[in-house]
């Protein structure tokens, strides 16, 4: 293999694990996110939080449409 080739394939990994990393990025700041809100449900509600109570809010893999805090600029 050239050394050029090789290049390509240690930066296509490269690449390959910045995308997982901006991934578990977002999914843990997508759980930060629920949690905040499952607290602020607790304080304003003293009954037993259930998922059907508090205001409706879509599933984590749903979220906002924003991309992950390390994706940069939107392309």
Do not use: W, Y
Request: proline share 20%; net charge positive.
């Amino acid at each position: 293999m050239s050394q050029k080739e090789e290049h390509e394939v240690t930066s296509e990994k490269k690449n390959m694990e910045k995308r997982s990393n901006s991934t578990k990025n977002f999914i843990i700041g997508e759980k930060k996110i629920a949690l905040l809100l499952e607290k602020q449900d607790n304080t304003s509600e003293p009954s037993p939080a259930l998922p059907s109570a508090g205001p409706p809010r879509p599933p984590p893999s749903a979220g906002p449409p924003r991309p992950p805090p390390s994706a940069g600029p939107p392309r």
